[in-house]
């Protein structure tokens, strides 16, 4: 009943209105709705999609990508809209307001966004604090940076200074070395800035799993000299990916700068998830994200190797009932490919 209302007054109401505003004005509302718990909409409960996150039992692989809820104000609403875990962030040492507005913009024909909101972020303390007041039992993920004024020489020192802050209240952490929308920080995933970065959080590694966040427009090569050295130095996995600054998959016509988020981001995120998984084996987490729009691409990453996979941009195109479509779709698959249960994905 409560879907069915949600739903309606997404379709109806918001959706048209929405899509006619300022991409961040919407955004805003769509979070505020969220925060205020106007909408939600639950995800099947179904034995068969049932997995893990680090040892934490969920219900099903789909969570909500970092950037959505970059300050933890919607923490404990995610679960209502059908998410199994939530990453929280770019969470910034300091609090700072990000770029210059407009800097998100849709690509409706594409299925995409562009974005350089630059970590707009509350900072570590505020998020913090809110964080330890949460009530959601669903895994929540971290994912932090640097402010933007800091020196990659100094980088460590934030990390660290984050990290510290925000291992007690996460149930993991996110590195973010791969925003193209902070200066020079893809900068940091060479292997000898990632071993520095992974030495200087060892204490925390001991407490929370780490996972490095890494770009779709590194080489094959270098992801790999990239996630090598992460894992001997620590980290239990990785995000792949971020947004890409390659523009040959748009159709659109744009020459904003930014990150592309969406459809056309699948095929990259889905080889760097393959190529990962193939070269380190199994040892460690792969939450894939990067175009997952339906069931079917959701089935397409678990096959890719990864564990756990994230949604942005779909959430923002098909409204508050995408997880429980995802998955409904991912059901339907599974049962024409003749798929029991997503234990048979893992070899
Ligand atoms: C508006 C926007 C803001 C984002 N902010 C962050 C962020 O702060 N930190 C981060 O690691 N990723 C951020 N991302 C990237 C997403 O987490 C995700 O990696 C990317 O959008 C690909 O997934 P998608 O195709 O499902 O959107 C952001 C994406 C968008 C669209």
Redesign the pocket.
């Known amino acids: 009943m409560r879907t069915r209302r949600a739903l309606v007054i997404y379709e109806k109401l918001i959706k048209p209105f929405a899509f006619r505003m300022d991409a961040e004005r919407a ?1 805003n509302l769509a979070l505020w709705l969220i925060e205020n718990g106007f909408v939600t909409c639950a995800a099947p409960n179904e034995p068969h999609l049932r997995t893990t996150l680090f040892q934490h039992p969920i219900p099903h692989p789909l969570g909500l ?4 809820d ?1 300050n933890g104000t919607a923490i404990d609403q995610w679960s209502g809209l059908g998410f199994s875990f939530a ?1 929280i ?2 969470v910034t040492p300091k609090p700072q307001p990000g770029n210059e507005k407009p800097r ?1 913009f849709r690509l409706v024909e594409d299925g995409a ?1 562009i ?1 350089r ?1 630059g ?1 707009n972020s509350h900072g570590a303390a505020a998020v913090s604090k809110r964080l330890e007041q949460r009530q959601t039992r669903i895994p929540i993920g971290v ?1 932090i ?1 640097k402010n933007k004024t800091t020196p990659n020489e100094k980088a460590a020192e934030e990390y660290v200074e984050c990290a510290e802050r925000l291992a007690p209240v996460a149930d993991y952490l ?1 590195i ?1 070395v ?2 193209p929308n902070t200066p020079g920080i893809r900068d940091l995933q060479t292997p000898s800035e990632i071993r520095t970065l992974l030495q200087r959080l060892h204490p925390v590694s001991m407490k929370r799993p780490i996972l490095i ?1 890494l770009s779709p427009d590194s080489s094959d090569a270098d992801l790999c000299a990239a996630a090598g050295a992460a894992l001997e130095s620590g980290a239990q996995g990785f ?1 792949l ?3 890409t600054t390659d523009r040959s998959g748009l159709s659109s016509t744009t020459n904003e700068q930014g ?1 592309v ?3 056309p ?2 095929c990259r ?1 889905v080889d760097v998830c393959k190529r990962i998984r193939r070269e380190f084996g199994r040892n460690f987490a792969i939450i894939g ?4 729009f339906t069931g079917a691409d959701l089935l397409e990453r678990l096959k890719a190797g990864a564990d756990v996979c ?7 195109f098909r409204g508050p009932c995408t997880a429980r479509k995802i998955l409904e779709e991912l059901q339907q698959q599974m049962a024409a490919e003749g798929i029991r249960t997503l234990n048979e994905l893992s070899p």
Not at 65 to 68: E, H, I, K
Not at 310 to 316: E, G
């Open positions: 955004h990508a970092a950037g959505f970059k990453e962030g770019t998100l966004i974005n909101m970590f994912n940076g996110v973010n791969s925003s966040k995000v990916t971020n947004t990150g988020s969406g459809k981001l699948r995120a994200v990067g175009g997952v994230q949604i942005y941009t779909a959430f923002a």
